[in-house]
C-alpha cells in the first residue's frame, strides 16, 4: 500500500515545481478530453521514461541535440515564470491545488439504467482490480470556475447553477483512475449552510453544484474534505483509513444580477412548495436541502436550564414562506430552519396535538429516536418532565409503551411504542438489522400487529450507526436489508383492516472525531442509499426524511452533536469540547419534519 503521508511537491525547487505543475496541467487537458488518448499518453510516458534510463549509460548527444536542450532549458525558464505567477502553493500537510479552465462534460461517466445498490456493488468488486486502486489520494485540484490569484473571492452570480470539478491525484500527480473519494463539501456564510451535492463520475473526478437564492447574497465560504479515499470508508476498522485531507477554504461572493432589488424569482424558492400540502414531498430518495436564517442574534446565549428559547425577537420570528411557515423561534436555533425541495411547518404546541391526538406510532430505531421522541413531548408537544427528574437527567428507556396526555386539554392523547433495532437485547448493541435473526425479537414486534385492538398509525424507522459497527461488508448489509423487508412486509400486511404508515428516517451523519469512526458519514451515506433504495422498491408507497442531509451541514464539530446524536437534552453544564451549553436545535427540526410527514394536508 502506498504510504499516505508522502508529500511529492514538498521540498522541490520552484523550477521542478513549476515543470511538474504544467505537465499535470496537461495531463488534466487530455484526460478530460478524451480518457483513452490519456491512457496512451501515459503508457507512452512510461515506456519513454524507461527509455531515457537504458539510455543513461554514457551515451553522449549529438551537437544538435545540445542545441535543442539548450533551447529547451531557455523555455522551461520561460514557462516557469508564467505558471508560477499562475500558480499558488496551498500551505497544507498535502498540497490543494485550484485548477482555471471550463468544466469538462461528465457524459461518458453518468450512470447506467442499473440499480444504485447494483452499481454500488459492482464497483466495490471492482476495487483493487486496478494499480490505481492502491493508490492514495494526495491532492485535488479545483476546475471549472475562475478562481482569482489572489486573495480576493470568487464572484458567483445568485439563481445561477454553477458547476465544479474535483479531481484527484496521486503522490505521483498523476490523476487516480477509479473513483470512491468521498468528499466533505460545505458551503457557508452567516446566514446559509447546505452541503453541495457531489457525483462521483468513477474516473477520479467528482462534480459539485452550487447554488444559492438572491435572498442570501454575500460572502459565502466553501471547502471540500477527503476523509476517506478509495472506498476505505467503508472498512470494519477504526481510524486506519482516516485521511481527513482539509481544502483550503475559497472565498465566493454571490451577487444578485438583478443589482440588489429583491427578486421575487429565486430559483430555489420558486419551485418549493409545502411539504404537508404537496403530494409526493416525502418520495424523494435523497434530499438536497440547506439551513438559512433571515435574523442573527449575536448575543444569543443559553438560560438557566441551557436552553435557547430566548433569542429571536417577535418581530423577527415569522418564518419567511415559502422556506417554512410558523414561527422560527419554536425550534430554539437562534433562527437557523431546515428546508429542501419543500418547506416545512413549524408546529404551535396545540397545533401539534391535533395532528396526533389518537395516534399510535411505533418507532424501531437506535438510541437516536429516543432523543427525538423525548423533545417532540417536552418542546413540541409541552409535555412537563416527570416530578421525578430534571430537563438534563431525563432520558425515555430504549424500549417502552407509553400514553402522553395533553396536559392542556386532557381528552388529548398520544400512544407511542419504541422498540431498540441496535441488538435484540435491550442493553447491549452493535448488531442493527440482525436484531431480526433472534425468533424472541422478532415475536416482539409482531405483537404489537396482533392484537384484538388498533395496530399502529404509523411506523417510524431507522437503521445503520449499529448497523456499521456489525456488517463486515456492503454485501452483507444488502442481505441483511433484503431480510429485514422481507420480514417488515410480512408484518405490515398482517392487520386485515389497516395498514401503517411507514417513514423511513436515514442515518445522521456522525459528528466531530465520530466522522473517522466504524460508523462514518462515507458507510453511513452508502448504506442509507442502499436501504431506501431497497425499501422503496418493496414498499412503494415508504415515506422518506432525510436526517442524513439535514444533519451533515452541522456533523464537522461537536458543537451540535455527541457524535451519534443531535438532540441531547439541553444542559447549562459545558461539554468539554465546546466551552458552551450545547446546541440540539436539528434533532428539535427533525421532530417538526416527522410531524410534516405523520399530519399532511
Not at 490523476?175 to 468528499?183: H, I, K, L, N, T
Request: glycine share 8%.
Amino acid at each position: 500500500m502506498v504510504s499516505s503521508s508522502s508529500r511529492p511537491w514538498g521540498s522541490c525547487t520552484e523550477v521542478k515545481c513549476a515543470v511538474a505543475a504544467l505537465d499535470l496541467r496537461e495531463r488534466i487537458r487530455i484526460e478530460m478530453e478524451d480518457p483513452t488518448a490519456a491512457k496512451s499518453q501515459h503508457e507512452a510516458s512510461d515506456r519513454a521514461s524507461h527509455s531515457r534510463d537504458e539510455a543513461k549509460g554514457g551515451r553522449s548527444r549529438s551537437k544538435d541535440e545540445s542545441v535543442a536542450a539548450g533551447t529547451a532549458a531557455l523555455l522551461v525558464v520561460f514557462v516557469c515564470g508564467l505558471l508560477l505567477m499562475q500558480w499558488r502553493v496551498w500551505p497544507s500537510s498535502r498540497q490543494q491545488e485550484f485548477g482555471h479552465g471550463s468544466i469538462p462534460s461528465p457524459d461518458r461517466a453518468q450512470p447506467t439504467s442499473e440499480s444504485e445498490t447494483e452499481s454500488i456493488l459492482a464497483r466495490l468488486s471492482e476495487n483493487g482490480t486496478r494499480a490505481c486502486h492502491d493508490e492514495h489520494t494526495n491532492h485535488t485540484l479545483f476546475s471549472g470556475l475562475e478562481f482569482p490569484l489572489d486573495e480576493t473571492p470568487l464572484r458567483l452570480s445568485t439563481n445561477t447553477l454553477h458547476r465544479l470539478l474535483l479531481t484527484s491525484y496521486n503522490a505521483e500527480g498523476r490523476r487516480r483512475c477509479a473513483g470512491g473519494d468521498f468528499y466533505e463539501t460545505e458551503l457557508q456564510s452567516q446566514s446559509w449552510k447546505s452541503r453541495p451535492p457531489v457525483q462521483d463520475f468513477g474516473n477520479g473526478s467528482y462534480g459539485v453544484t452550487l447554488m444559492v437564492d438572491s435572498a442570501f447574497q454575500g460572502l459565502f465560504s466553501f471547502s471540500a474534505t477527503l476523509l476517506f479515499d478509495c472506498f476505505h470508508g467503508l472498512e470494519l476498522m477504526e481510524r486506519e483509513w482516516d485521511v481527513r485531507i482539509q481544502s483550503p477554504r475559497v472565498k465566493i461572493l454571490f451577487y444578485d444580477e438583478a443589482r440588489g432589488e429583491k427578486s421575487p424569482s429565486d430559483r430555489i424558492s420558486r419551485g418549493m412548495g409545502s411539504c404537508r400540502s404537496e403530494p409526493g414531498s416525502f418520495s424523494r430518495k435523497e434530499w438536497r436541502g440547506r439551513w438559512t436564517r433571515g435574523w442573527i442574534n449575536d448575543s444569543c446565549s443559553a438560560d438557566g436550564q441551557g436552553r435557547f428559547a430566548s433569542c429571536v425577537p417577535r418581530d423577527h420570528d415569522a418564518c419567511t414562506e415559502p422556506r417554512c411557515s410558523g414561527r422560527v423561534s419554536r425550534l430554539e436555533s437562534n433562527s437557523w430552519v431546515y428546508s429542501a425541495h419543500c418547506g416545512f411547518r413549524i408546529f404551535e404546541t396545540q397545533e401539534a396535538w391535533d395532528c396526533v391526538s389518537g395516534k399510535w406510532l411505533l418507532f424501531w430505531g437506535d438510541s437516536n429516536f429516543q432523543d427525538t421522541i423525548r423533545n417532540l413531548m417536552l418542546f413540541v408537544l409541552g409535555v412537563p418532565v416527570p416530578y421525578w427528574s430534571t430537563l438534563p437527567d431525563f432520558q425515555l428507556p430504549r424500549q417502552f409503551e407509553e400514553w402522553f396526555v395533553n396536559p392542556g386539554r386532557p381528552d388529548q392523547a398520544l400512544h407511542i411504542s419504541m422498540i431498540f433495532n441496535g441488538h435484540y437485547n435491550v442493553y447491549d448493541g452493535d448488531l442493527g438489522l440482525d436484531s431480526l435473526q433472534n425468533p424472541d425479537y422478532r415475536e416482539w414486534i409482531i405483537r404489537h400487529f396482533t392484537g384484538e385492538g388498533a395496530t399502529p398509525d404509523t411506523v417510524i424507522m431507522n437503521s445503520g450507526l449499529h448497523d456499521g459497527n456489525h456488517f463486515r461488508t456492503v454485501g452483507d448489509f444488502v442481505g441483511a436489508v433484503d431480510r429485514a423487508i422481507s420480514f417488515w412486509q410480512m408484518v405490515l400486511d398482517i392487520p386485515q383492516t389497516k395498514r401503517s404508515n411507514l417513514i423511513y428516517r436515514t442515518t445522521v451523519a456522525p459528528a466531530g472525531e465520530s466522522r473517522g469512526m466504524q460508523s462514518n458519514p462515507h458507510k453511513m451515506e452508502i448504506f442509507n442509499k442502499v436501504l431506501v433504495e431497497r425499501l422503496q422498491a418493496a414498499m412503494p408507497s415508504t415515506q422518506i426524511v432525510d436526517a442524513f442531509d439535514m444533519t451533515f451541514p452541522f456533523h464537522f464539530d461537536n458543537n451540535y452533536s455527541d457524535g451519534g446524536h443531535y438532540g441531547r437534552a439541553p444542559n447549562v453544564n459545558k461539554w468539554p469540547w465546546f466551552g458552551q451549553p450545547h446546541h440540539y436545535f436539528v434533532d428539535l427540526m427533525l421532530a417538526h419534519v416527522l410531524l410534516n410527514a405523520i399530519c399532511p394536508v
